[in-house]
């Protein structure tokens, strides 16, 4: 590098999860950026954010320009994500209602001359670096005169260049109306990042979505990205830069079941996911209970997330088969959490998910079933979210364990609703096996990433005193199940004692 | 008190304040409209005060004054803001409960 350029392109970090990811570090410092978006969709809370962000974390000053709500909603819209409001309006934070009262008369062209004069005196009084325009749209209409509003534009683009502001531009477009984008279609010209929010409605479920239309002399992701409003502000669902270099495995985590444990050389890897299909009533939760108990019983942290279920059915059920869940969820070790599944769109799922493994800090993690995500707010974004659960618990250390249902009746059909059996590291199928007027249950491994497996199908076995898997078929024997396996355990027993361990029921 | 007949312009003064920005064209416009407006409805009573936001900036943030030309009928009550460069009459005079000039008045 010769001469150091002044342009250098320098970016502030947004304060918002995931949005420093798909822009690459945040919002370009002393230049302008565009939030547009329908209404509701959360541009002035993304707006707001982004300043007390600057303001909490970097102390940096900043200024919020009302031109649609009054100040003082905004100021109580920022105290219901816990943001402490009042002590930044005291030191660091000015907010301005610009919004015309009702009552006001328009006779004539009026420019922003005046506003940027007295904002330019405010910023220099209180040191500010960062200031929102929040709907600037709703002043810009009152002109009523495209050239008008485009040379005011210019004017507050050239006045935040000239005092090296960073600057937050929030502007309504309506997708239904395309007069409206058009009218201010030039904006995202001027500006040197442009970032669209939209929300739709998918199977019934709002869907908030981010997309960086572009970004001056800065690599961003393209993709519409998922976020929500959560209890602390907005949270970006990046799924950018997140997928980690796999790490060695070497620790093994017990499955709670003994003979699984040696099919698979000794249970799951530590920090990895392991996936379990079937179809429904197949014992999937079971052995998710299973996993979750053993977990429990090592004393490690736990956390049971069920869909559509709760936990009282799901402890009395396990109990059924000696999974006694009751002394852990009592001592805390053990969470259980029932999510309603059609409550909130996958994306909300994902981050409510998330504040559980916060709140919980688990070393293992049940999601039960996986698949629930999938009939809420369309499949590809569940697909998503699934994969960026993985990358979660991976990135932590959890060793998690899903289950998903098999929707189809044809229990050779194995592939899951979410596909994430391509991204699990393991797994298992459970089948139903129907011979003889009897309907039993088959384990197959399917896949075990880094390890030997057995490919053998087994038959479990649910019984009062435990979880099992029955021995393998001989070789060059017939699999035999349920009560012919009974009977021939019998005979064999009869002849040379070896038999499976579980008793029948 | 006036507080009856706002209209009747003839009687209490009428006191305005104009906040401008500088020399800015809509500002010079919006003085020399309202000077004109004033001769010719308040002849004999009105009082024009002239904020240049340039020179007091932090005063408009103050009084609320958002975009300029803002003009603030002060009294006679109740205050009255009216934006723009005043360029447009007729708005003018309805904000301040004035009859409309002949020329536009279809009867």
Redesign the interface.
């Known amino acids: 590098m010769s001469d150091k350029n002044p342009d250098l392109l320098e970016k502030i970090s947004s304060g918002i999860e995931g949005f420093d990811d798909i822009t690459a570090g945040g919002l370009p410092l002393r230049r302008t950026t565009l939030l547009m978006g329908g209404p509701g969709c959360g541009k002035t809370v993304f707006a707001l954010q982004m300043l007390v962000s600057a303001a909490q974390r970097h102390s940096t000053p900043g200024i919020f320009v009302a031109f649609e709500e009054t100040a003082r909603r905004i100021v109580a819209n920022g105290e219901t994500f816990g943001w402490n409001m009042p002590a930044l309006e005291e030191k660091q934070l000015f907010f301005l209602d610009a919004s015309m009262r009702s009552d006001v008369v328009k006779a004539g062209a009026f420019d922003l001359t005046g506003l940027l004069a007295s904002l330019a005196a405010k910023a220099s009084q209180m040191g500010a670096r960062i200031i929102v325009f929040d709907a600037i749209d709703v002043l810009l209409s009152l002109l009523n005169d495209p050239v008008a509003e485009c040379r005011e534009l210019y004017r507050l683009h050239e006045w935040l260049t000239t005092h090296r502001l960073t600057g937050i531009l929030t502007t309504k477009v309506d997708d239904n109306k395309p007069g409206t984008a058009q009218r201010y279609g030039f904006m995202p010209f001027m500006a040197d990042c442009a970032v669209l929010l939209s929300q739709r409605v998918s199977d019934r479920v709002a869907v908030r979505a981010v997309r960086v239309l572009k970004y001056r002399g800065s690599p961003h992701v393209l993709n519409e990205v998922p976020f929500v409003i959560g209890p602390t502000g907005v949270e970006v669902g990046s799924s950018n830069g997140v997928h980690p270099e796999p790490q060695p495995f070497e620790e093994r985590v017990s499955t709670g079941i003994e003979r699984l444990d040696e099919m698979l050389g000794g249970g799951w890897f530590r920090g990895t996911n392991a996936l379990i299909t079937g179809s429904s009533g197949s014992g999937k939760s079971t052995l998710a209970g299973a996993y979750i108990e053993a977990a429990c019983l090592r004393g490690e942290r736990a956390l049971f997330i069920s869909f559509d279920e709760n936990a009282r059915d799901i402890v009395r059920d396990l109990s059924t088969v000696a999974i006694d869940l009751a002394p852990h969820l009592a001592s805390g070790l053990l969470r259980m959490e029932a999510v309603r599944t059609e409550a909130a769109s996958s994306e909300e799922h994902f981050m409510s998910i998330k504040r559980l493994i916060a709140e919980q800090q688990p070393r293992c993690v049940v999601v039960d079933p996986l698949s629930a995500l999938a009939r809420v707010g369309g499949g590809l974004a569940a697909r998503a979210v699934a994969e960026r659960l993985i990358y979660l618990c991976r990135n932590a250390g959890i060793t998690v364990l899903f289950t998903s249902l098999l929707e189809g009746i044809d229990p050779h059909l194995e592939t899951t609703t979410l596909h994430v059996s391509t991204i699990s590291d393991s797994w298992i199928q459970i089948s139903y096996s129907l011979e003889d007027g009897e309907r039993n249950r088959a384990l197959s491994i399917i896949k075990s990433r880094g390890s030997k497996h057995s490919g053998q199908l087994r038959e479990l076995i649910f019984s009062h005193i435990g979880v099992t898997l029955a021995d393998p078929r001989p070789p060059g024997g017939a699999m035999l199940m349920g009560t012919l396996r009974r009977e021939k355990e019998d005979a064999d027993h009869a002849g040379d004692g070896s038999r499976a361990r579980v008793e029948k029921s | 008190m006036n507080e009856s007949n706002p209209a009747n312009h003839s009687n209490g003064a009428h006191l305005f304040r104009l ?4 020399g ?1 064209p ?2 010079v ?2 003085i020399a ?1 309202l000077y004109f407006i004033c001769r010719r409805h308040f002849p004999e009573s009105h009082r024009i005060e002239i904020i240049d ?2 020179k007091e ?2 005063r ?2 103050a009084e ?7 003009l603030v009928k002060v009294s006679p009550g109740p205050e ?10 007729d ?2 005079l ?2 301040l409960g004035l009859p409309q000039t002949e020329s536009k008045e279809s009867k």
């Open positions: 906040y401008v920005a500088g800015a809509n500002s416009r919006a409209n936001v340039l900036p932090l408009a943030l609320a004054i958002v975009v300029t030309p803002t009255q803001q009216i934006i723009g460069n005043l360029s447009e009459e708005e003018v309805r904000a």
